[in-house]
């Protein structure tokens, strides 16, 4: 509560207009929705301007299901990332008005609300193909957020002409995602060129020493160009939600 | 070289008003100053908006002072980091103008151009007192860099309230940065509580099983707030860059 | 063998009531019964308070069932966890009247003796949602080795106002089991609000760098808050147990 | 804050007897001392029934000393641990009266308040010589936090029958810390012996595989007794904390 | 562009015998075929030696055959490595006069072009049996590039004349691959008896601690034999790629 | 070559009673059975004592067919282990007087030789019931390679009476293998009750941090009882053979 | 306590030769000295075959001291291994009939208990010069446990000469042990050449990813060789101390 | 022993021009000299183009220079790395015409034999300036093997323009070593822009999450150019030592 809101409540508790038990309340409890496997943050969207999104791992499609109803309920959007097969047909049958992405694994049940114009724009850029799923998460990711997205694919270091020729659009972006496996060098090169933040990505493409995508972390957490800032392996759905934080940002001013 | 001073180059060499020579020399250098055991990049301020910054482990004092001055020829800033006793000394008595901080372990040497006014808010935060001088590494960098920077120390969650009472100067930055050893959990809370975007920066501080700051790290990546980005173990200076990086373009729409 | 027990013993030598044969036997044998694929130590719940329990993983239905049917012959609770489907299939058939919970993996034949009035009350608190098999394995767990336990579930520090709601909660209980993936974050920020000894599971929910548990772990193992103690990843049987050693205890006195 | 604290605020406010300003400024701070390094928690032993304890390392003298005075300022005890010699020195000076152990690396000055009657028993047993630092830190915390604490040293399972002959004391605690380095084995043997909680600390002690302590700590994670909790390597001071919250628990019912 | 093509290409423009924009464009652009999933890079023989070759993993069998169309629409040789059985059969319906190695998991779609006489000799030695897919993957890689390529199988050091009888073919090669799961230890053998350069390339076989290839891959990096450069493990297709590179700058010259 | 077969080798070229070309062949070949996929150390046995075992993992069951006749051939016993169920069938019908464990996952065929009769005693100890296969592996391997062998199952240090009622078992073998999962630390009790060498091999019995077997592997590396040697993984196979050489010598003298 | 002994105690109890109190007392102790930090084991020589070997890492001066005192008070040799500078400076003037070895590190205060003449030949091998003073650690050990011990320095596979012209001294061995850093290869290639035990011993030796050893101790575990069983990074003792065990048991028979 | 070899020696046999013993002592012994702490392998020259080479780390001075002394008296070059300075001032001293380089600190005593003139372009390339002293002794060592090597410092690819110029001399060389710490994502550009083989050292130049080196090590492991072989962390040594061969491969044909 902030502090304006804590003030005007006070006074109306010394003003009489609120009784004691009710203020006690409210500052007790902010809009949480309660099931017995989940209690949904319905408080998110006003603290961190987007309502609480849904990890699909180790859900069942039944508890998948109670949490999108439970913020469908509270108008708010409901997105899901990380969702398999057996969560997507289910979720499907249960809203079929949302929409699903399969190759991001996203679904995404809008609210009522009016969309907002999409601000900012995030540039998305992958070093090989394979890393495309990953992408494709922080693509809907940073478009649900609010942000306009693009992407450019493939892009690699050993071919270092197809990420060059792309130096205007780089620059362009208010912020850029680096998606990569392998070894992951792609984000240096192009924090070199640009003067706006990025994002890197690792993806766990590759074998033998790339471990899951740790080699391809490793060298971007060490990248030689200042610029460049770090999620998790295979997070496209975190790189896409802080870029939107930032075109945000960008566009409120 | 952009598409436009390409086309207005080219122009010129068909007008004649350029020898096919010197067009070959500017297609195939762009700033740089060689010295035996550094090529200076000076064209990284035009391309990122800063000038490179010097690195300044694995070198010897007189490596140090010999970049710091090709950087001084060309009217460059020039940022040290990372800058132990015998190099603080050497490059003291080199550059007597020179502005060094000993907790930061920063020199700078700042170039006869007028200085910027400083724009957007970067809010440094750290869960402990033993995180300071990556902080202030942060900090310093982030002014160095253009843009204001405040820091708020040892506001860790085993005193919760301790960061709760900061959530109006949280909510008013452009970007956090927090910095954290042992647990790291801090950029977690922090990333709830706000909009804007958050950059987690581990510190080797904590001992046993934190493996030199790997556990903080760690649990950054893994934020269950889906707003923060990570950089490196005691990477202060990363942090405070691409901070800078997302606070100037905020302003600069 | 206590030193009272071996008096006892020794005295009786002495005065001829046992013969030197019984009571060398006495003394080299405790409750063990032979099986060949075990040795089930029908002496644990003298020495440490329950029955030995049986670990699933790793045994066949029928070494399974062989155990359970031991210590039931011998008059004890007979407790499995990590009971796969097989597992249950099989326990199921041979033992009808005995308990299975399928999100936690759990098997349960009790023995024909009263039942203990259970004492002491463990709190166990989730990050998320699916941290729900492990928590409700160390429910489970605690309920059979005579605690009450209670489960709150999801409410991680991406949302710090669900934990702090809880307050009461957290005060009222002997101990508190902290279940958390991902980040692991909640450990440290409970530990800063209650008194009471808090045992914090790290799950292997979380994807890339998480490690399949051990970003979790390292966080609690660091964790900032000095009243936290931890189990293993997904050792949420463990957590009961310790646990309900603690209630126990509490109300021994 | 207390549900009723915050009815009884309320009801005052209500009442006209507290301005809101004042309920505000109540509501938003609690116990805190603020100094340009540190964030003093004040309000911690209200909270979890002992003050802040000052981790040494990473810490100037001139720091640590800053933290103890206003802890001192606030009447409540000021403990630092890891204490290095510099920091030694420094304290020693500034405050003649309080009491350090060089080998636990503790500093600790009293409050004038009068010390409660410790309560509860604990019992830290060590598998060799070379673990005795750290089991002393143990000790001290424990007697510092208000228990009772004994200590036996060097009784590892290569030569079993050395801890075997401690049985009774061992049951007779009301929970045991086993501090152990190398293979870590003791606390599984220990575990199976006692129907109290064991906390195991590993050490650091030990040479090639044993990486510092992480071979312990792996070991006393996967122990075969389940009636055994970790923390961090080395971590004395946690182990004594978590150790004295459960005796004191014990004892307060 | 080579700066004698550059010359070239200015003069042109100075001479008027070409655009300002078409000059511009060649700049800019070089080989690049682009499709929505990839940006193949044609440029690679021209630089490298050889096309740009395709990496199986990660990609939908439709991608796969894309590129392959791309490559062969540029009149160049499409090899694909790490062919999973689906894309195998897809690829095989494709493009029917393609050859495909199911132990090597590779496939070549020959360009029109006249094949090149193989030159060099490379010696592929394998440790065990279980090395010879990724072995057989080197041998194919090689031979594609245009060298001889011979295999020697299971000749590791428990049986040490194993290898010794092969001196002289080893001493005749101009470059030998060893390939080893397990404990790795045959490069090091094999790399004391040549004076050519050895290229080592660790393999998943193996069990327990051998970590899928770590161990084997460790022990190479450690090679007490100086003349030995490593691969990643299991990568077969990259120690065939860079002997067959030295293999043709030894018969270039 | 022994020196003396070497003398007596010259001799014989000297006195021309063989010819250089058959010494030379002599003297680069030993009994090698040479296959596209193997290369068959008949030699083994002499050197070793016991013919090259077959290590199934990583074979076609036609590749282990065929290294199996060779063996065969040479009138040598065939002993292969990790055998998978396609390579049981096959080999099976291939050798329908083989012998086969499933339990151990071996295979044997006797070679038509008479056979020696068991000299020494390895006691095979498991901590767990999940560590029977690897334990019926060691005590296989043991018999087959020519030692008597024996097991005691489950007898881990959570119930230490377990083990300690078998001392005079254990006193009276040659060797004790201690196979254990989980913490590993049977091996480190063990060693301190004996006066033999005792051979401890991890299995990857276990979950969370056990890491698959690493951390009983650990703990056996850094035992604090000194007589204890260690093994990989699950090598149930290598505890045996190494055991059995131990137990062979002790009887040659 | 065997059952022999046990049965002629309750015998003399049931006699009235003994008291039970005396009885009891015996029962519940065996050889034990008693320091304040240190629980000295005097039984382990009859268990084992040795006195309890002193760790000298992490103790002071004076606690190995106060160790050695009681094992010669006892009438046992004291051997401490890993004795510092400090700790053979101080233990030297303490007993300056002592005998030490600086390259080993190792300390002997003999029994004056007539010596046994050794038995059981020990070869120990190294494959670097920088493996020496683990190697030494080994001698030293051996034949202070009673075994002869002989070295061969510098032998490692690089040039498979220098350990192939040692067949016969290693065939003659009753126990290898081989100390190897960097590879270590040399365990595999001396495991396929004998018939007896190989004890393989990692040393830190080496840079980069040998990563202080781990890199030959995982190379040993991996052993194609079968005949191969490992021991810790650096223990030179604990190769000795097994090998001794072995090379004695072989010539008790 | 080659076969020719070994044939003519037999011819000499029978035909009684050599007696039995001297030819078994020939087939037994090749050039080895012999020392307390070392087997100096005087053959390797004739086996791998080079004398052995010593490495620095580990040896006391005075077992430096007895190596040193051998090879020398063999007549034979003798080159020493990672020479430390107490070694650098006593080798200095013995051998006063030998060569010191302390920023590669190598030592090379020149044999009396002619010099042979050097063969093959190795082009050295470090991404940054602290990674030189590890160049410095790659160039050093190709040249000491009998190769030309040349250097090119701080190129990395955060300023990407600077490797893109240097373009005809990296083609123009026969390998290229490229030298990098931190996310050592150099050798993939380098790669692709080459068809030379081309070896990446990884440096443990960088700070945090660079772990001394293995970040920039797994990158290179994992370089998406195929070209690309790797040495151990630091290995300068090794990488020049592999670049010669190849080079000197080259130009041998």
Chains 1, 2, 3, 4, 5, 6, 7, 8 share one sequence.
Not at 3 to 22: F, I, K, M, S
Not at 54 to 62: D, Q, R, Y
Not at 173 to 182: E, L, N, S
Not at 233 to 249: L, Q
């Amino acid at each position: 509560m902030s502090p304006d809101d804590l003030t005007a409540l006070l006074t109306r508790v010394q003003a009489g207009q609120l009784t004691v038990a009710e203020a006690a309340s409210q500052l007790n409890s902010t809009g949480i929705a309660e099931l017995p496997f989940a209690t949904v943050d319905l408080d998110r969207s006003r603290r961190c301007g987007f309502p609480e999104v849904v990890f699909g791992e180790g859900k069942t499609p039944e508890w998948a299901e109670g949490v999108v109803r439970k913020l469908a309920a509270a108008g708010q959007d409901a997105f899901v990332t990380r969702v398999n097969d057996a969560q997507a047909a289910h979720l499907g049958s249960a809203f079929p008005t949302a929409v699903q992405d399969r190759l991001a694994r996203t679904f995404l049940l809008h609210s009522a609300a009016e969309r907002v114009t999409p601000v900012g724009d995030v540039l998305v850029v992958t070093a090989g193909t394979g890393d495309l799923p990953v992408a494709q998460e922080a693509v809907v990711t940073a478009r649900v957020m609010g942000a306009n997205a693009d992407l450019i694919a493939d892009v690699g270091v050993a071919g270092i002409h197809r990420i060059l020729r792309h130096r205007n659009r780089l620059n362009a972006a208010d912020v850029v995602i680096v998606v990569a496996g392998m070894d992951g060098a792609l984000p240096s090169v192009v924090g070199g060129l640009v003067d706006c933040p990025v994002l890197a990505c690792p993806t766990s493409i590759g074998y033998g020493a790339s471990f899951g995508g740790v080699a391809a972390l490793l060298t971007m957490l060490n990248s030689c160009s200042a610029g460049v800032a770090v999620v998790n392996i295979d997070a496209g759905f975190k790189a896409g939600y802080v870029a939107a934080r930032i075109a945000r940002r960008v566009h409120k001013v």
